[in-house]
């Protein structure tokens, strides 16, 4: 038990026994004179409001010095009790306050949190598919070497894509496939030679891009990139 509280129960102890006894006190008949009567009745008129036996109603006064030290000392013990109880509720509000502002501040954390995790992985997500597409149409696009089937080595003979076919390519396409067949009877080109199909293949490229609007995208793609192929063959020849 703490000073304070001990000081109280104290208190309330003397108070309790204090008005014990002028409780009892009070209950004594009075000593001196036996009663011997009273006298008849007056009918004395009082003015001004005035009551009987000092004046009824003017407010309860402490009969003896010790019944208001009592009084008073359990209304100072009554306001202190009340002051506790109001230091109390306002440090229970203060907590719960606090215990509100640290909740709300926690769910603000993990809402930040779950939207910078939600938008990182989202982020990453975004990048996996870009790079899955990017890797995709470097597969698509990247140079490869020309299959048996488009070129055979052995007898310089060219499977020539649809739109390298057409009549109109005839002075690039011819004198390609006389070098390249001149190759394979030989074994190799001479300088010259190669420099001349080096060139043709060049400028075959060119004049196609020069009309690509003319044709299919997917066929003028298919002859650029199969020119290409047969340029790295020729460069192959020669190392």
């Avoid at 008129?45 to 009551?51: E, F």
């Avoid at 036996?53 to 306001?79: F, N, P, Q, V």
């Avoid at 306002?90 to 719960?96: G, L, Y």
Wanted: aromatic share 8%; charged share 20%.
């Amino acid at each position: 038990m703490s000073l304070c509280s001990r000081i109280n129960f104290a208190g309330c102890l003397v108070a309790v026994l204090l008005i014990t006894s002028v409780n009892h006190s009070n209950a004594q008949p009075p000593s001196g004179q036996p009663y011997q009567g009273s006298s008849p009745a007056t009918n004395n008129v009082y003015a001004g409001g005035g009551g009987y036996g000092g004046g009824w109603g003017d407010g309860y006064h402490s009969s003896t010095a010790a019944e208001g030290y009592l009084r008073g000392m359990g209304a100072a013990i009554s306001a202190q009790g009340q002051a506790n109880l109001n230091n109390s509720m306002a440090s229970r509000n203060m907590q719960e306050s606090y215990n509100r502002a640290l909740d709300n501040r926690v769910k603000q954390v993990d809402t930040y949190r779950w939207r910078r995790d939600t938008a990182e992985a989202r982020q990453a997500q975004e990048q996996y598919e870009r790079r899955q597409k990017t890797e995709q149409h470097l597969a698509k696009v990247k140079l490869k070497n020309l299959s048996d089937d488009q070129f055979n080595v052995a007898t310089g003979e060219i499977a020539w894509p649809v739109l390298l076919r057409d009549s109109k390519w005839d002075e690039y396409r011819v004198p390609l496939e006389k070098l390249m067949s001149k190759r394979a009877s030989y074994g190799a080109l001479d300088m010259d030679e190669y420099t001349q199909a080096a060139k043709l293949i060049k400028d075959w490229r060119a004049a196609i891009t020069a009309v690509k609007d003319d044709y299919p995208t997917t066929a003028v793609s298919a002859g650029l990139r199969f020119l290409l192929s047969l340029n790295r063959e020729l460069d192959s020849m020669m190392g």
